[in-house]
């Protein structure tokens, strides 16, 4: 997967989490919590379909790296190249 | 060798379901074991002389829009991948709280209220409003020693009256002790009732058991009915399994138990690990009876029409306490499940269902005498509550089509909660841990209650034990 193909996936994976988001409006450098006003309950589901869509486990101290879409995709980019 | 399941879940009510959900949509192989036939628990249906009748919940709590995107319902419904758009709900028209010479109306608009109390106790509007304030600076979910809700509200309302009539509706939509309510509860359910305010699923509650077993379907859940949990069996501080009435071992990788403290305390009897808690303190006092009395459409003109619910009490001062009696029908609850949504829309067949405590251990006596003694008390008891609720609402007892009444006992067989207690023992365990470290409560007894209680708290259980 390249960054595009991951940028798609994360913002397919919201959109799944919340049918309220409204992805075009994302900021890619902001804080996604803050921007779609999500639980930190929802913020476990992104981790959570990561790891069932491409058998990604993300440590809980690495966390702080998936805050906006751009550190989610620098995070991801490298554990996501083969797939 | 691998267990049958990774998670096997005790109970299909409302949080067992969610629980299984949450468990199936992120690839658990998941088994949901209830011993009924149907699913719902506390909060099911059934259908007699043709009629779906409902038990439990008269309405649910914390009525927001989807766009309230942090508040508790659509919380859950994002966490169970449902969509919230396509859930249709009805919302309560007005309910009452009545005391001997005193009343406060209040409906889904918190205004309402706060006019209320300062109509019916002129000048208590600024300490209503600090309570409100006290209240959202107040955090119900950290970890904390009981607080008493009752001196709490006294604090800040100088009006015991007034600190009655507030406790009765939200003492009757979850509190498991007698006398007084945990500060926490209150202001969970102050918020979920009084802010957020009641509504209905337009499909009822048989709508939304549908809803969430088609979602734990579509995740590959699995369920297995009328699977009666004899036995939790383990092997040192693990459960490996359990054993059903019919001899079937299943293995598990966890299990999640929402049949309450005392059941489970039960199903784990004989192991060699002790409960930190005494199994008599676990069982609640709070049980209730209910009669429903379904009428004709012209029965409309001599009962009372522009209330969902009315909290009524006959005695000066709130007496929260299981009675020496079958039952105690000087206070309870009148619900018009058909006042909810569209007026226009209504059916044309309407019902009036009536629920007041009662003892549990009474009942069970006089059940141990005789099934004629019961059947006569049934009656009996019927009779004083729909007489009671008249009061109220206007006389209705010659139009009645169709009427049932459930005990404690009745729900004891049901819902599996011990002494029919509803709301469950008073003693809560907010982490869901038990002696065993694979071993997690859900449901009431961890604390939450009401059906957005119990879903958060089969969600939160599964979040914090099971998917990290």
């Known amino acids: 997967m390249n960054r595009d193909d991951i940028k798609d996936a994360l913002l397919e994976i919201i959109g799944d989490i919340d049918e309220e988001a409204d992805l075009d409006a994302l900021d890619a450098d902001k804080p996604l919590r803050d921007q779609l006003d999500l639980d930190s309950m929802d913020f476990l589901d992104i981790v959570m379909e990561l790891r069932k869509r491409y058998k990604l486990q993300i440590p809980e101290d690495e966390y702080p790296e998936l805050i906006t879409l751009n550190s989610c995709i620098k995070y991801l980019e490298p554990k996501l190249r083969e797939i | 060798m691998a267990a049958d399941y990774q998670l096997v879940i005790i109970g299909a009510g409302l949080s067992g379901l969610a629980a299984g959900i949450r468990a199936a949509r992120f690839g658990a192989k998941t088994l949901i074991v209830e011993q009924h036939h149907r ?9 007699q002389a043709g ?10 709590t914390n009525c927001v829009p989807p766009e309230r995107k942090k508040a508790p319902l659509n919380l859950i419904f994002r966490q169970l991948n449902l969509s919230r758009r396509e859930f249709l709900i009805q919302e309560q028209w007005t309910s009452e709280i009545v005391f001997p010479g005193a009343s406060l109306a209040f409906a889904n608009d918190p205004a309402l209220l706060a006019a209320e109390v300062e109509r019916q106790f002129p000048g208590s509007g600024p300490a209503f409003q600090s309570l409100r304030e006290a209240m959202t600076a107040f955090d119900p979910y950290k970890p904390a020693p009981w607080q008493s809700a009752r001196a709490f509200v006294l604090a800040h309302l100088r009006e015991p009256l007034l600190a009655d009539m507030l406790l009765l509706p939200l003492m009757l939509y979850g509190n498991a002790e007698e006398h007084d309510m945990a500060l926490s509860a209150f202001v969970i359910l102050f918020r979920a009732v009084f802010e957020e305010g009641l509504f209905r699923p337009a499909g009822g509650i048989r709508g939304l058991l549908d809803l969430l077993l088609r979602q734990y379907a579509n995740f590959g859940g699995e369920i297995r009915f009328q699977a009666d949990v004899e036995a939790l069996l383990t092997k040192g501080d693990r459960v490996t399994g359990l054993r059903l009435a019919d001899g079937t071992a299943i293995s598990a990788e966890a299990v999640i138990s929402t049949a309450g403290l005392p059941e489970t305390m039960r199903l784990t009897a004989g192991a060699p690990l002790q409960w930190p808690q005494t199994a008599c303190a676990c069982c609640g006092a709070m049980s209730f009876t209910e ?4 009428l004709p459409e012209s029965a409309r003109e001599s009962v009372r029409q522009d209330r969902t619910m009315i909290f009524y009490h006959q005695g000066q001062r709130l007496r929260y306490q299981r009675p020496d009696a079958l039952q105690d029908a000087s206070w309870g609850i009148i619900c018009f499940p058909e006042h909810f949504g569209d007026a226009q829309a209504a059916e044309s067949e309407f019902s009036v269902r009536v629920s007041n405590p009662a003892s549990f251990l009474l009942w069970q006596e006089l059940r141990a005498q005789s099934a004629e003694a019961y059947r006569l008390a049934k009656q009996q008891c019927r009779t004083e509550a729909v007489a009671a609720s008249e009061a109220y609402v206007g006389s209705y007892t010659g139009h009645t089509l169709h009427q049932d009444t459930f005990t404690p006992l009745t729900i004891a067989r049901f819902t599996r909660k011990a002494g029919g207690a509803i709301y469950g023992s008073p003693v809560k365990v907010a982490s869901g841990e038990t ?4 071993l997690f409560l859900a449901g009431t007894d961890q604390g939450l209650v009401g059906i957005v209680g119990a879903m958060m708290s089969g969600i939160s259980i599964v979040n914090q034990r099971l998917l990290r």
């Open chain 2, 291 to 294: 009669t429903i009395s379904v």
């Open chain 2, 435 to 438: 002696p065993w470290t694979n």
């Open chain 2, 39 to 47: 699913a719902g628990g506390l909060n099911s249906w059934y259908t």
């Open chain 2, 51 to 60: 009629r779906l009748l409902e038990s439990g919940l008269h309405a649910m």
